[in-house]
C-alpha cells in the first residue's frame, strides 16, 4: 500500500486494515471514520476537501470537494459523497457549526462522489433535492454503472447500503435563485461539458463559485462523460464569471487562477490530439508520441491520462467527420 499520498486519518486507517488483516480474530471492529474537518472560505461558507487520488477503501472515497454555505435562515448543502457514512459525518460537522436547518441538497452533477448520499441526506433533513434538469437523464442512464463502480471500490464503507440514486425533486432549467436568508445563492445550469448535466454553485455576494468538475485543480481529470471542446467553452463561462474565490470538484480551493491547471490541460490534450486527427495520424502512433510529459507527476494521470488521450482523439475525429 502507498503510504505517502495518504494523510493523517487515512494513514491510521491503512494501519488500522493491516492490523485486522493480520490479527482479524483478536481485534474488535474499527470504526470506519473519514473525520471531516469544514474550512471556512467566510462566516457562510465552507468547504471539505478531498484528496487528490481515486476511491479506495484506504480512502473511502474521500477525493472529492463538498462544501456547505449558511445563510440567517437556512443551510444549503453542496455535493454529498459517497456514503452513508460520509453523510452522516457531513451533518455531525454542520451541526457543530450551525443550528440552521438544512433546507437545500444540491449536487453539481450526477456523478456518484457528487451525487450517491443524497438519499440519506435528504432522509435525515427533509431538504429540496436540486440538480440541473438534464441530470435525470444522466441518472437514468448511469445510474446501475455508478453502483457497481461505488460497490467495486468502495465495499467496506457501502456495506449494507442499496443503490439508490434518486433524481432530485427540483430541477434547474438554467437559472434559479435560492434565498437561504440575506445570503442568494445562483444555481447555473451551465449544460454539457465534464457531463451534459453539470450545475454552478455561485453566491455573488462573496463572489465565491463551486464550480463541481467543470474545474479540476492540480488533479488530472476523468473525461469518461465529457465532450471537450464544449468543456473548453464552459471553463471560458467561469472564467467571465469575476469569481474571486473557487472550490472545484477535486484539488485545491483558491483564487481566479484556479481555473488555470484544467484550461491549460484541456487545451493541450485537445489541441495536440487535433493535429494528429487532422494529419490523418493512426491512433496508436498518436497516443505514443503525444508527449505532455509535464503532466506525468500529476495525480491520477496514470489510470486518467490514456483514456483522455482517446476520448480526445476521438472527438476530434467527430468533430472532422462533423455534421
Ligand atoms: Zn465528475
Ligand atoms: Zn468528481
Known amino acids: ?67 456547505f454555505i449558511i445563510g440567517d435562515k437556512s443551510v444549503m448543502v453542496i455535493d454529498t459523497g459517497w456514503s452513508k457514512i460520509y453523510a452522516e459525518e457531513k451533518l455531525a460537522a454542520i451541526a457543530k457549526i450551525t443550528k440552521k436547518p438544512i433546507s437545500h441538497i444540491v449536487i453539481t452533477h450526477g456523478h456518484p462522489d457528487h451525487a450517491m448520499a443524497a438519499h440519506h441526506y435528504i ?17 437514468e442512464e448511469k445510474r446501475e454503472f455508478s453502483w457497481r463502480l461505488a460497490k467495486r471500490f468502495l465495499p467496506s464503507w457501502l456495506k449494507g447500503e442499496k443503490i439508490d440514486l434518486t433524481n432530485p425533486d427540483i430541477l434547474v432549467p438554467e437559472r434559479m435563485s435560492v434565498d437561504l436568508g440575506n445570503k442568494v445563492v445562483e444555481l447555473i445550469s451551465i449544460g ?25 485543480n492540480k488533479v488530472i481529470p476523468a473525461t469518461r462523460d465529457a465532450h471537450i471542446p464544449t468543456w473548453l467553452k464552459k471553463i471560458d463561462i467561469v472564467s467571465s464569471m469575476g469569481a474571486m474565490k473557487i472550490i472545484p470538484g477535486h484539488g485545491p480551493a483558491g483564487g481566479p487562477k484556479t481555473i488555470n491547471f484544467i484550461r491549460r490541460y484541456l487545451s493541450t490534450l ?27 507527476d500529476i495525480p491520477r494521470f496514470k489510470g486518467s491520462h490514456g483514456k483522455n488521450m482517446i476520448k480526445a482523439f476521438q472527438q476530434a475525429e467527430w468533430e472532422l467527420f462533423g455534421p
Not at 432522509?123 to 441518472?139: E, I, L, R, S
Not at 451534459?196 to 468538475?213: I, N, Y
Not at 494528429?276 to 503532466?295: P, Q, R, S, W
Request: charged letters at 20%; glycine letters at 8%; zero cysteines.
Open 192 to 216: 454539457g461539458g465534464h457531463t451534459d448535466a453539470d450545475l454552478l454553485v455561485w453566491v455573488p455576494s462573496e463572489k465565491t463559485l463551486f464550480t463541481g468538475d467543470i474545474i479540476f
Open 1 to 67: 500500500m502507498t503510504i505517502t499520498l495518504l494523510s493523517g486519518n487515512i494513514f491510521i486507517f491503512a494501519l488500522l486494515m493491516t492490523a485486522s488483516t493480520a490479527f482479524s480474530s483478536a481485534t474488535a471492529p474499527f470504526k470506519l471514520t473519514y473525520n471531516l474537518k469544514p474550512k471556512k472560505i467566510s462566516p457562510s461558507i465552507y468547504w471539505l476537501e478531498g484528496i487528490n487520488d481515486y476511491p479506495s477503501e484506504a480512502n473511502g472515497g474521500n477525493m472529492v470537494n463538498t462544501g
Open 123 to 139: 432522509k435525515k433533513t427533509g431538504a429540496k433535492y436540486v440538480g440541473n434538469k438534464n441530470v435525470v437523464a444522466f441518472f
Open 270 to 296: 485537445w489541441t495536440v490530439m487535433k493535429k494528429f486527427v487532422d494529419g490523418d495520424v493512426d491512433m496508436v502512433i498518436a497516443l505514443e508520441t503525444a508527449g505532455m510529459d509535464e503532466y506525468k
